[in-house]
């Protein structure tokens, strides 16, 4: 528990609050994962409905995954919340058991991550892929490109391998560690 509210873990999910607050009125709400999914639906493209109808249903299983942090249930999570709900579960990851259903919750949000990254649903992420996303969430091209190849063999990025940095990037507290260049994906 000390360990997983270290300063550089809190600095961490704050980030990741503050990605999802789009609106920027200081909470998460699902209003913010309309405004998410509508500049994004230009980055996974309308082309086909079934990807579209894919696509939707994703974003709502997101949003109710990360909805599941709203303790208070007023419909808007806030920061405190936020924390709390990642530290669980980081705890979680760290000493699996005492609540497994925070686990399967979060395999559940991890998987649907992946399969929205996935744009072209090969079953793994390609580089253009990682970098069309991260820009998206405001990181710089090159900076992109050198994380992917730091975490990639050659081109691709195999599923396991990138669920894997994701559990990672929720767990660790280690500044140092490679899962950090996933900020924009969980
Ligand atoms: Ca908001
Ligand atoms: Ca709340
Ligand atoms: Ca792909």
Redesign the pocket.
């Given at each position: 528990m000390a360990t997983a509210s270290s300063e550089f873990w809190n600095e961490k999910m704050t980030r990741l609050f503050h990605l999802y607050?789009?609106?920027?009125?200081?909470?998460?709400?699902p209003?913010?994962f309309e405004i998410l999914a509508d500049k994004l639906s230009v980055i996974v493209g309308q082309g086909d409905s079934s990807k579209r109808e894919n696509y939707a249903s994703a974003r709502k299983l997101l949003c109710e995954e990360i909805m599941r942090a709203d303790a208070n249930n007023d419909g808007k999570v806030t920061r405190e919340e936020w924390l709390d709900f990642h530290r669980r579960l980081a705890t979680e990851l760290r000493n699996p058991g005492s609540h497994p259903e925070l686990l399967e919750q979060l395999t559940r949000r991890i998987n649907t991550t992946f399969s929205m990254l996935d744009l072209n649903r090969d079953g793994n992420i390609a580089r253009d892929e990682w970098v069309k996303m991260c820009t998206f969430f405001g990181v710089d091209k090159n900076e992109a490109d050198k994380s992917f190849t730091s975490i990639a063999d050659g081109d691709k990025l195999q599923e396991s391998k990138a669920k894997t940095l994701f559990y990672d990037y929720i767990k660790t507290d280690d500044p140092n560690h490679v899962s950090n260049c996933c900020l924009c994906f969980l």
């Open positions: 607050d789009v609106d920027k009125d200081g909470s998460i709400t209003v913010d």
